[in-house]
């Protein structure tokens, strides 16, 4: 079935859509060839009504009795995802956090290809990490001509943030995932995710101290 480009997709379903396609993708690596909305659920940490809510705005039913088409269903929300093809990546700051990140293999799974490793501090220029070479800042702009990133990774600290966000909006990359602990303002037409790991950390020990309090009282 081919996905209508223009079909509004609401943003709530779009972030459920990775965990759909882990989910698949163990199916498929186990040889299942359907999988039921019950089983889809679970392995997405979501409830069966939602998943078949969110795949019919993929157009995808699936079959009384039956389930999903595992392979099927695969390639609509890897077509829906933009999956279909790889996507170049540039990363500017190579800290720890960006050495993680142009190390981790695992975006090459996925389609997206490490092209371009950017960072300020000179002791770090010329340096090859997975193969890239570091380039400084000032040649943000080339690297991203020269490559054609599609997607920016600021790892950078949060005062320098905004300007990396600028450079790489000027330079022409238009989707921005952000790390850094801080908001970015971009233009209406750049698509920014965040993320911020401090924050992670506060939710978890949230639940930790709801966990602990509520030990306490059934002792």
Do not use: C
């Amino acid at each position: 079935m081919s996905v209508d480009p223009l079909r509004h997709i609401p943003e709530a379903t779009v972030n459920r859509l990775p965990l759909y396609l882990r989910a698949l993708v163990e199916a498929a690596e186990g040889k299942h060839p359907t999988i039921s909305s019950e089983r889809l659920a679970e392995r997405a940490g979501v409830n069966a009504a939602k998943v078949r809510k969110d795949l019919s705005f993929l157009g995808s039913y699936g079959t009384r009795g039956v389930g999903y088409d595992v392979e099927g269903l695969l390639f609509q929300i890897r077509t829906e995802l933009g999956l279909t093809q790889d996507w170049p990546v540039v990363i500017v700051g190579v800290g720890n956090l960006g050495h993680a990140l142009a190390n981790y293999r695992g975006f090459g799974a996925r389609g997206f290809e490490i092209v371009g490793l950017v960072d300020n501090d000179p002791s770090k220029i010329g340096e090859e990490v997975a193969g890239v070479e570091v380039r400084p800042l000032e040649e943000l702009g080339d690297v991203v001509s020269g490559t054609s990133p599609a997607i920016g990774i600021i790892a950078t600290p949060a005062a320098v943030a905004q300007d990396v966000a600028d450079r790489l909006v000027a330079a022409g990359v238009s989707s921005i995932l952000n790390f850094a602990p801080t908001v970015l303002s971009v233009p209406s037409n750049v698509s920014v995710r965040k993320v911020d790991l401090a924050i992670e950390l506060q939710v978890l020990s949230f639940y930790n101290q709801r966990q602990s309090e509520t030990g306490a009282a059934a002792g």
